[in-house]
C-alpha cells in the first residue's frame, strides 16, 4: 500500500483519537507502518480533537501533513478546523446531519460526502459506538486495515468490556460494518463537488 | 537489579513513552522533573514503571531545582536524567552549566516546543542553540537529535554511556512530534546487543576513612584566579575537540553526484529524505545530509560531502527561523558552497515544502 | 600535635586553614561549630558538605568532608539529589540569607513542605556580604546599605524575612527549626548538633539560621559590631528553637 494519510477531527468525547489509535494499531500489528498523532494544544478538553494517522508499507516521513487522502470531520466546528487539509485528492467527510453551508466546506476536495452516523448510531444501534461507525466507513474507504484485522484489533482493545457484556461485542461488529456500508455506498453514490 | 526488557520486543508506542523505557534499559536510577509540555508523559511513565524496578523519582519545585537535583544525584554515583521543553529547557540551563563546568555525566530529554517564551507547547526546532550552546560556557555537551522512535531509544541507551564515559553532560534533543506521535519501534536489552552499561561512580560520599584511607573530596566550581579557571577551561577544551572524531554522528546519502545536498536534523529530516528520493525520480541530483551529533558537529564529514559532490547549494530546512543554518555556517567557514534555506519556526515541514523549495533555488 | 596550636576540630580541613573569611566575620564561628557538632556525632565519613555561593562559598574545601559546591540559591536542590539518591549520606547545606531566603527561596520553602531529610544552616548577616552589601530580605528597617542607602523602608521594600518562622509555619513536627547566634555559642553547636541529629534519626527537614556579622560591610568597628548583632538583630529575629522533635534529652 502507497501511503495513504487520514485526519480525523470531532469534539471532544467523540472518541476520534479512540478509534485512530485503534486502526493505527491494528496496521501495526499486521506489519505495516502506521504513524498516529494527535492534534494537542493548550486546552486539556473542548477544543476541535485532531487525530493525524498514516498508513503505508515503507517508512513514513513528515509526522504530520497539510493534504490528506480522507479528512473526516464530525461537527461544524470541525468541518470549519479542518477544511485546509482538503486538496484535490481528498474525500471530505462530514455527517449528514449537520446542517453545513455551502461557504464552510473546503475549497477543493475530490469529493465531499455526508454520511448518517450520528443519526444512524442514535436510531438504530446505540450512541455510545458511533466513533465505531466512523472507524467502519474510514476502512470502506481507504482500506488502510481489513475489516477482519479491524474486527480484531477492537477485540483486542475493547475485549475486557466484551467479556462482561457480549451483547457489546455484536453492537461494535455492526457498528463497524454499517460504518463500512455506509462509505461504500457514498462513494459510490457521492456528487463529485466542484465547489 | 531485574532485567527491564527480556526478550526484545516490538512495540508500538509514543516517543516519550519509548524515552521512559530506553531510560529504564539504560539502568537510570533516578528521575527529577517538572511539568512542561510536550515531555510530561516521560514522567508518567517513568513514575508507574520506576517502582517495578526499584527505582527513584521526584517531582521537584521548577526545572532549576530539577536540573540541580540532577546534578547532586549524579556527584552522589547515580545515573540520574531529566527531560524538559521549552521554557523548561531555559531555565535548566543553570544547571546544565553547573553539569558542564563539574564534568557531571547527567542526561537530559529536551522535546522541543514553540518559541520564544511560551510560544506553543506542540513543536519547534527552535532549542538547537539553546541545548547545544546555551549557558555561560563553551557549549562542552553531547547533543544528539533523534529522527525517529528507535533512535529516541537507541540515543538514550548510547547517551547514558557516553555521558559515564566522557563526562560531558548528554542531551537527547527531540521535539513535540517524536513525543506525542506512536510509530514502531523495538525496545531491546542493551546486553543482548552487546553493548555493555557503564557503572556509575560517585564523586563524592566515597567508601573509606577520611585522613585514614583516603582523602576529602572538594569539587570546586568557582575559582579565586582568572587563569585558574583559563587552565580549567582549556584542558575541558582540548578533551572535548580530542573526543570529537569518536563522537560525532550523521547521516549521509546520496551526496556523491549531488547538485544539492539537503540539510536537515531530528524530524525534519524524514521529510528530507523522501524529498531527496522525490527530486531524484524527477532527475534533479539532490542529496542528503543530517548531522546527528549537533555537538560536536560533523562539520569534517559535511566539508567531505560538499568536495565530493561538487554541490553548489545547501538548502537548510528547519523548523526554526535558522539555527541549524548558522550553526552549520560557523561549523564550516571557509567553505564557498551558496546557503539557501527553508526556515518554516514552529511548524512541521513536509517533503514537498523542502521539493519546491529545492526547484525555486536550483 | 604542639601545645600551642589552637583547637581545630579533627573534621576541619587543616590545609585551608587560615580561612579565608574577613576579620570579624561570623562565619568561622559557625563552621567551628559544625565541625565540633560533626566530630562529636561522629559522621565526618558520611556526611556531605554543600555551599552556596555567596560568602559561604569560601567554605568549599573548610572540612575535611566530601563538599561540592554549586550555584546561588540551589544548594538546597543538590543536597536533595544526593539525599534522594544516596539516603545514608547526611547532607548539610550552608548558605547565606540571599541564597536561601530570596534567589533560593523556593527550593527552601518547598524542600521543607516536602520534610526533605537535609539539613541546611543558613547565616543570616543583614546583607550582600560578597557583592559588596547590598540590600537583603534580612536586612533591618532603616538599615544602610549599597542598595538601601538612605536605609530600608519598609514601605517599598517590605519587612525582613522571618525564615525560622515561617518554615515552621510549613514543616510537620518532624522538622527541627532553631534561630541561633554566632554571640551564644554553646546553644550555637546545640542547635547544629540537633539539626544534624534530626537528619541523622529519619526525622525530616532540619534547619538552622544563625545571626552573625558582617563588620566588613557594616563598617563596624568591633563593639558596634557585636552590639548591632546582639541588640539590633536579636530585636527583629527573636533566638531559639521553633520546632525539636527530639524532646528534652537533646536540649
Same mark, same amino acid.
Given at each position: 500500500?502507497?501511503?495513504?494519510?487520514?485526519?480525523?477531527? &470531532?469534539?471532544?468525547?467523540?472518541?476520534?483519537?479512540?478509534?485512530?489509535?485503534?486502526?493505527?494499531?491494528?496496521?501495526?500489528?499486521?506489519?505495516?507502518?502506521?504513524?498516529?498523532?494527535?492534534?494537542?494544544?493548550?486546552?486539556?478538553?473542548?477544543?476541535?480533537?485532531?487525530?493525524?494517522?498514516?498508513?503505508?508499507?515503507?517508512?513514513?516521513?513528515?509526522?504530520?501533513?497539510?493534504?490528506?487522502?480522507?479528512?473526516?470531520?464530525?461537527?461544524?466546528?470541525?468541518?470549519?478546523?479542518?477544511?485546509?487539509?482538503?486538496?484535490?485528492?481528498?474525500?471530505?467527510?462530514?455527517?449528514?446531519?449537520?446542517?453545513?453551508?455551502?461557504?464552510?466546506?473546503?475549497?477543493?476536495?475530490?469529493?465531499?460526502?455526508?454520511?448518517?452516523?450520528?443519526?444512524?448510531?442514535?436510531?438504530?444501534?446505540?450512541?455510545?459506538?458511533?466513533?465505531?461507525?466512523?472507524?467502519?466507513?474510514?476502512?470502506?474507504?481507504?482500506?488502510?486495515?481489513?475489516?477482519?484485522?479491524?474486527?480484531?484489533?477492537?477485540?483486542?482493545?475493547?475485549?475486557?468490556?466484551?467479556?462482561?457484556?457480549?451483547?457489546?461485542?455484536?453492537?461494535?461488529?455492526?457498528?463497524?460494518?454499517?460504518?463500512?456500508?455506509?462509505?461504500?455506498?457514498?462513494?459510490?453514490?457521492?456528487?463529485?463537488?466542484?465547489? | 537489579?531485574?532485567?527491564?526488557?527480556?526478550?526484545?520486543?516490538?512495540?508500538?508506542?509514543?516517543?516519550?513513552?519509548?524515552?521512559?523505557?530506553?531510560?529504564?534499559?539504560?539502568?537510570?536510577?533516578?528521575?527529577?522533573?517538572?511539568?512542561?509540555?510536550?515531555?510530561?508523559?516521560?514522567?508518567?511513565?517513568?513514575?508507574?514503571?520506576?517502582?517495578?524496578?526499584?527505582?527513584?523519582?521526584?517531582?521537584?519545585?521548577?526545572?532549576?531545582?530539577?536540573?540541580?537535583?540532577?546534578?547532586?544525584?549524579?556527584?552522589?554515583?547515580?545515573?540520574?536524567?531529566?527531560?524538559?521543553?521549552?521554557?523548561?529547557?531555559?531555565?535548566?540551563?543553570?544547571?546544565?552549566?553547573?553539569?558542564?563546568?563539574?564534568?557531571?555525566?547527567?542526561?537530559?530529554?529536551?522535546?522541543?516546543?514553540?518559541?520564544?517564551?511560551?510560544?506553543?507547547?506542540?513543536?519547534?526546532?527552535?532549542?538547537?542553540?539553546?541545548?547545544?550552546?546555551?549557558?555561560?560556557?563553551?557549549?562542552?555537551?553531547?547533543?544528539?537529535?533523534?529522527?525517529?522512535?528507535?533512535?529516541?531509544?537507541?540515543?538514550?541507551?548510547?547517551?547514558?554511556?557516553?555521558?559515564?564515559?566522557?563526562?560531558?553532560?548528554?542531551?537527547?534533543? &527531540?521535539?513535540?512530534?517524536?513525543?506525542?506521535?506512536?510509530?514502531?519501534?523495538?525496545?531491546?536489552?542493551?546486553?543482548?546487543?552487546?553493548?555493555?552499561?557503564?557503572?556509575?561512580?560517585?564523586?563524592?560520599?566515597?567508601?573509606?576513612?577520611?585522613?585514614?584511607?583516603?582523602?576529602?573530596?572538594?569539587?570546586?566550581?568557582?575559582?579565586?584566579?582568572?587563569?585558574?579557571?583559563?587552565?580549567?577551561?582549556?584542558?575541558?577544551?582540548?578533551?572535548?575537540?580530542?573526543?570529537?572524531?569518536?563522537?560525532?554522528?550523521?547521516?549521509?546519502?546520496?551526496?556523491?553526484?549531488?547538485?544539492?545536498?539537503?540539510?536537515?536534523?531530528?524530524?525534519?529530516?524524514?521529510?528530507?529524505?523522501?524529498?531527496?528520493?522525490?527530486?531524484?525520480?524527477?532527475?534533479?541530483?539532490?542529496?542528503?545530509?543530517?548531522?546527528?551529533?549537533?555537538?560536536?558537529?560533523?562539520?569534517?564529514?559535511?566539508?567531505?560531502?560538499?568536495?565530493?559532490?561538487?554541490?553548489?547549494?545547501?538548502?537548510?530546512?528547519?523548523?526554526?527561523?535558522?539555527?541549524?543554518?548558522?550553526?552549520?555556517?560557523?561549523?564550516?567557514?571557509?567553505?564557498?558552497?551558496?546557503?539557501?534555506?527553508?526556515?518554516?519556526?514552529?511548524?512541521?515541514?513536509?517533503?514537498?515544502?523542502?521539493?519546491?523549495?529545492?526547484?525555486?533555488?536550483? | 600535635?604542639?601545645?600551642?596550636?589552637?583547637?581545630?576540630?579533627?573534621?576541619?580541613?587543616?590545609?585551608?586553614?587560615?580561612?579565608?573569611?574577613?576579620?570579624?566575620?561570623?562565619?568561622?564561628?559557625?563552621?567551628?561549630?559544625?565541625?565540633?557538632?560533626?566530630?562529636?556525632?561522629?559522621?565526618?565519613?558520611?556526611?556531605?558538605?554543600?555551599?552556596?555561593?555567596?560568602?559561604?562559598?569560601?567554605?568549599?574545601?573548610?572540612?575535611?568532608?566530601?563538599?561540592?559546591?554549586?550555584?546561588?540559591?540551589?544548594?538546597?536542590?543538590?543536597?536533595?539529589?544526593?539525599?534522594?539518591?544516596?539516603?545514608?549520606?547526611?547532607?548539610?547545606?550552608?548558605?547565606?540569607?540571599?541564597?536561601?531566603?530570596?534567589?533560593?527561596?523556593?527550593?527552601?520553602?518547598?524542600?521543607?513542605?516536602?520534610?526533605?531529610?537535609?539539613?541546611?544552616?543558613?547565616?543570616?548577616?543583614?546583607?550582600?556580604?560578597?557583592?559588596?552589601?547590598?540590600?537583603?530580605?534580612?536586612?533591618?528597617?532603616?538599615?544602610?546599605?549599597?542598595?538601601?542607602?538612605?536605609?530600608?523602608?519598609?514601605?517599598?521594600?517590605?519587612?525582613?524575612?522571618?525564615?525560622?518562622?515561617?518554615?515552621?509555619?510549613?514543616?510537620?513536627?518532624?522538622?527541627?527549626?532553631?534561630?541561633?547566634?554566632?554571640?551564644?555559642?554553646?546553644?550555637?553547636?546545640?542547635?547544629?548538633?540537633?539539626?544534624?541529629?534530626?537528619?541523622?534519626?529519619?526525622?525530616?527537614?532540619?534547619?538552622?539560621?544563625?545571626?552573625?556579622?558582617?563588620?566588613?560591610?557594616?563598617?563596624?568597628?568591633?563593639?558596634?559590631?557585636?552590639?548591632?548583632?546582639?541588640?539590633?538583630?536579636?530585636?527583629?529575629?527573636?533566638?531559639?528553637?521553633?520546632?525539636?522533635?527530639?524532646?528534652?534529652?537533646?536540649?
Amino acid at each position: 500500500m502507497s501511503l495513504v494519510r487520514i485526519a480525523l477531527a &470531532g469534539e471532544g468525547g467523540q472518541g476520534v483519537q479512540a478509534i485512530a489509535e485503534i486502526m493505527a494499531e491494528a496496521a501495526y500489528e499486521n506489519n505495516q507502518q502506521a504513524l498516529y498523532i494527535p492534534n494537542f494544544g493548550l486546552e486539556q478538553r473542548g477544543g476541535v480533537s485532531i487525530a493525524f494517522i498514516q498508513f503505508s508499507d515503507s517508512r513514513i516521513g513528515a509526522p504530520k501533513f497539510q493534504k490528506a487522502d480522507i479528512v473526516v470531520a464530525l461537527s461544524e466546528r470541525a468541518v470549519a478546523r479542518t477544511k485546509d487539509y482538503s486538496g484535490p485528492e481528498t474525500l471530505f467527510v462530514y455527517d449528514s446531519s449537520f446542517n453545513i453551508a455551502p461557504e464552510d466546506f473546503p475549497k477543493v476536495a475530490r469529493k465531499i460526502i455526508g454520511i448518517p452516523a450520528i443519526d444512524t448510531s442514535n436510531e438504530v444501534l446505540h450512541p455510545r459506538v458511533f466513533n465505531i461507525i466512523i472507524m467502519g466507513a474510514v476502512i470502506g474507504m481507504s482500506h488502510v486495515v481489513s475489516f477482519e484485522d479491524a474486527k480484531k484489533a477492537l477485540e483486542h482493545k475493547l475485549g475486557y468490556k466484551f467479556v462482561q457484556d457480549p451483547k457489546l461485542r455484536e453492537l461494535n461488529y455492526r457498528a463497524l460494518e454499517m460504518g463500512k456500508e455506509m462509505a461504500e455506498k457514498a462513494l459510490q453514490e457521492g456528487v463529485a463537488q466542484s465547489v | 537489579m531485574p532485567k527491564v526488557i527480556g526478550e526484545a520486543k516490538k512495540s508500538f508506542m509514543t516517543g516519550n513513552e519509548t524515552a521512559a523505557w530506553a531510560c529504564l534499559a539504560a539502568g537510570a536510577d533516578m528521575m527529577f522533573g517538572y511539568p512542561i509540555t510536550p515531555q510530561n508523559e516521560i514522567m508518567h511513565y517513568w513514575t508507574r514503571l520506576a517502582p517495578r524496578y526499584g527505582r527513584g523519582f521526584l517531582q521537584t519545585e521548577d526545572e532549576l531545582s530539577a536540573g540541580f537535583t540532577v546534578c547532586g544525584a549524579v556527584q552522589s554515583g547515580k545515573k540520574a536524567f531529566t527531560a524538559t521543553a521549552g521554557p523548561g529547557n531555559v531555565l535548566m540551563q543553570e544547571p546544565f552549566g553547573m553539569a558542564e563546568a563539574m564534568r557531571l555525566p547527567l542526561l537530559a530529554i529536551i522535546q522541543q516546543r514553540g518559541g520564544p517564551s511560551s510560544g506553543t507547547v506542540v513543536y519547534s526546532q527552535q532549542e538547537v542553540t539553546l541545548t547545544t550552546f546555551g549557558g555561560n560556557g563553551e557549549g562542552m555537551r553531547i547533543v544528539y537529535s533523534t529522527a525517529t522512535h528507535q533512535e529516541i531509544y537507541d540515543y538514550i541507551i548510547k547517551g547514558f554511556n557516553t555521558a559515564w564515559q566522557y563526562r560531558f553532560p548528554v542531551f537527547i534533543l &527531540g521535539d513535540g512530534y517524536q513525543a506525542k506521535m506512536r510509530e514502531p519501534l523495538e525496545i531491546y536489552d542493551p546486553e543482548d546487543r552487546g553493548i555493555e552499561m557503564l557503572k556509575p561512580y560517585p564523586l563524592i560520599g566515597l567508601e573509606g576513612e577520611i585522613g585514614q584511607s583516603r582523602e576529602p573530596q572538594h569539587l570546586c566550581n568557582i575559582y579565586s584566579l582568572e587563569e585558574e579557571l583559563y587552565e580549567v577551561v582549556m584542558k575541558m577544551a582540548a578533551e572535548y575537540e580530542s573526543l570529537q572524531d569518536s563522537l560525532v554522528e550523521y547521516d549521509e546519502k546520496n551526496c556523491d553526484d549531488a547538485d544539492i545536498i539537503i540539510l536537515s536534523h531530528g524530524v525534519v529530516s524524514r521529510a528530507a529524505e523522501d524529498a531527496m528520493k522525490i527530486l531524484r525520480t524527477q532527475g534533479i541530483k539532490a542529496g542528503y545530509f543530517r548531522p546527528i551529533t549537533l555537538r560536536p558537529y560533523p562539520q569534517q564529514q559535511l566539508r567531505n560531502a560538499i568536495a565530493k559532490s561538487g554541490a553548489k547549494i545547501i538548502l537548510c530546512a528547519e523548523s526554526a527561523y535558522g539555527q541549524l543554518d548558522r550553526l552549520t555556517k560557523q561549523e564550516i567557514y571557509g567553505e564557498t558552497i551558496k546557503m539557501e534555506n527553508l526556515f518554516m519556526p514552529g511548524v512541521g515541514i513536509i517533503d514537498y515544502d523542502i521539493v519546491d523549495k529545492v526547484k525555486s533555488v536550483i | 600535635m604542639s601545645a600551642i596550636a589552637p583547637a581545630m576540630p579533627k573534621s576541619w580541613y587543616v590545609p585551608s586553614k587560615p580561612h579565608k573569611f574577613c576579620p570579624g566575620c561570623g562565619h568561622g564561628i559557625v563552621l567551628k561549630a559544625l565541625g565540633e557538632a560533626i566530630d562529636e556525632l561522629g559522621i565526618q565519613d558520611q556526611a556531605i558538605f554543600g555551599c552556596d555561593i555567596g560568602c559561604s562559598l569560601l567554605s568549599w574545601d573548610f572540612f575535611a568532608v566530601d563538599s561540592t559546591q554549586t550555584h546561588h540559591g540551589r544548594t538546597t536542590p543538590v543536597m536533595v539529589g544526593i539525599k534522594r539518591s544516596r539516603p545514608e549520606l547526611i547532607c548539610i547545606g550552608y548558605m547565606g540569607d540571599g541564597g536561601g531566603y530570596s534567589i533560593g527561596s523556593q527550593h527552601l520553602l518547598n524542600s521543607a513542605v516536602r520534610n526533605e531529610k537535609v539539613t541546611l544552616i543558613l547565616v543570616n548577616n543583614t546583607n550582600y556580604g560578597m557583592t559588596g552589601g547590598q540590600m537583603a530580605p534580612t536586612t533591618l528597617p532603616g538599615q544602610k546599605t549599597e542598595t538601601s542607602p538612605y536605609g530600608r523602608d519598609p514601605e517599598t521594600t517590605g519587612y525582613p524575612t522571618m525564615g525560622p518562622e515561617f518554615i515552621a509555619a510549613l514543616t510537620s513536627d518532624s522538622a527541627y527549626i532553631a534561630r541561633g547566634t554566632v554571640s551564644k555559642y554553646k546553644q550555637l553547636k546545640k542547635y547544629i548538633r540537633s539539626a544534624l541529629q534530626n537528619q541523622i534519626s529519619g526525622n525530616g527537614f532540619s534547619f538552622v539560621e544563625v545571626l552573625s556579622t558582617c563588620p566588613t560591610n557594616w563598617r563596624t568597628n568591633a563593639q558596634q559590631t557585636w552590639n548591632f548583632l546582639e541588640d539590633e538583630m536579636e530585636k527583629q529575629f527573636p533566638v531559639g528553637e521553633l520546632k525539636n522533635p527530639l524532646g528534652k534529652g537533646e536540649k
